[in-house]
């Protein structure tokens, strides 16, 4: 190995090491509790070298979100392509990609719900929402085109790929929410259940 391909090894590893540092912070701390000098601490990293790779907290959990929604756009990519040689048990498919994305990494897919509010999204700097903005048209593009093949089809009923891809995915979205409430009130989780019986619905609902 090179020197210059280690130091780009070298980087790239602090580099996830802030990331992986801030959604740690978040998930122990909250949003409003995390500082860069906590990340730092975390990510056993000087201030000064943290602030060579970000500027801000906020610059470092966009970053994170989008890194991880990168992930989920690579399921749904692959879906998308596969689904075009047949698209028995499409919706199964979909959910299980839902939930593949989640259980992959759910303290950043929580994070991605936090980020994601109005009031949130209103004041990050114009840079970041595009960064997310980005990241979420991907996903969105490939998540209708897997409806619209599901519509032609005939695996769903005749309506726009575009109404039924957000309908399934705030379904999705929905649950997860719901259940964190519950989990942050002490109370029973129920989210597989839950995500089970949603599946089952889902798939009477669409049906053509």
């Known amino acids: 190995m090179g020197i210059q391909e280690r130091r780009a090894r070298e980087k790239e590893g602090r580099r996830e090491a802030i990331l992986r540092a801030a959604i740690e912070a978040y998930v122990e701390e909250g949003y409003h509790a995390?500082?860069?000098?906590k990340i730092a601490e975390r990510a056993e990293l000087s201030r000064a070298t943290l602030y060579l790779y970000f500027k801000t907290k906020d610059e470092i959990f966009v970053h994170a979100i989008t890194a991880h929604s990168g992930y989920f756009g690579d399921?749904?990519?692959?879906?998308?392509?596969?689904?075009?040689?047949?698209?028995q048990d499409l919706l199964t498919r979909l959910w299980d990609a839902f939930q593949a994305f989640y259980?992959?990494?759910?303290?950043?897919?929580n994070a991605t719900l936090y980020f994601h509010q109005e009031e949130i999204l209103r004041r990050l700097p114009?840079?970041?929402?595009?960064?997310?903005?980005?990241?979420g048209t991907r996903n969105y593009?490939?998540?209708c085109a897997i409806m619209e093949q599901g519509v032609r089809a005939?695996?769903?009923?005749?309506?726009?790929?575009?109404?039924?891809?957000?309908?399934?995915w705030t379904t999705f979205l929905g649950i997860v929410h719901?259940?964190?409430?519950?989990?942050?009130?002490?109370r029973k989780n129920h989210l597989e259940t839950t995500w089970e019986l949603a599946l089952e619905v889902l798939g009477k609902g669409t049906a053509p």
Not at 34 to 37: A, K, N
Not at 126 to 135: A, V
Not at 178 to 186: C, P, Q, T, W
């Open 103 to 109: 259980r992959s990494d759910p303290a950043t897919f």
């Open 141 to 143: 593009r490939f998540l």
């Open 75 to 87: 399921l749904l990519e692959d879906l998308s392509v596969r689904c075009r040689s047949g698209a």
């Open 126 to 135: 114009p840079e970041l929402r595009r960064l997310l903005d980005r990241s």
């Open 34 to 37: 995390t500082t860069m000098e």
């Open 178 to 186: 719901l259940e964190n409430s519950k989990r942050a009130m002490g």
């Open 154 to 168: 005939g695996v769903f009923r005749q309506c726009d790929p575009r109404t039924l891809a957000e309908f399934v």
